[in-house]
């Protein structure tokens, strides 16, 4: 998970670097947009001895962009599988996030979010005598990531995403995410 971490960070950096003389014209448009995105994610160890194997995520959202600022409502689901116990834990989210973009001359504009909202964490287990569990709890989430210009409507998306919950099931839910997207732009 730290490579696939690492890889992201330094393909968007070179990206950056390569895209400096790119037309400003390309940038897109203010108004509506919709995305997906997937990746993968590594859920942190929890305070009840569980270890993590790298589990999956994704989501949808759709906002509005006014200059260098969007708004979103985003449904995202993380599932990473137990390390040899024989369960997972599954995360389900309704967030309200706000990005900053750092628009520039290049097809290439880093951003930064935050988001707050609902989420659902569910632990389950295949070990007899172990219960599985749910809870409803508030979940929050930092977002950095850079988006690539193909066109005015049409942008992919390479981003770092950390999700955390209020306590939930006697111990909070955290992970770490490397996200691939498309977002287009109405």
Not at 4 to 18: D, I, K, Q, R
Request: glycine share 14%; charged share 15%; proline share 1%.
């Amino acid at each position: 998970m730290k490579n696939a971490l690492f890889a992201v960070t330094v393909l968007s950096a070179g990206f950056v670097a390569a895209a400096g003389s790119a037309s400003a014209d390309m940038l897109s448009r203010d108004g509506m947009y919709a995305t997906v995105k997937g990746g993968v994610t590594q859920a942190q160890d929890q305070s009840f001895n569980t270890d993590y194997d790298a589990g999956f995520t994704g989501g949808a959202a759709v906002g509005k962009q006014i200059g260098n600022y969007r708004a979103e409502v985003e449904g995202i689901y993380e599932e990473s599988d137990t390390d040899g116990a024989g369960g997972d834990t599954q995360f389900y989210g309704a967030m309200v996030n706000g990005y900053y973009d750092f628009k520039n001359a290049s097809l290439f504009t880093p951003y930064v979010g935050a988001g707050v909202g609902y989420g659902k964490v569910r632990y389950s287990s295949d070990v007899a005598g172990v219960n599985s569990t749910s809870e409803d709890t508030m979940a929050y989430q930092g977002i950095a990531g850079v988006g690539y210009e193909l066109n005015p409507c049409w942008t992919l998306t390479g981003e770092y995403r950390y999700v955390g919950t209020t306590k939930a099931a006697d111990t909070r839910y955290q992970s770490h995410s490397a996200l691939a997207g498309v977002r287009y732009s109405f």
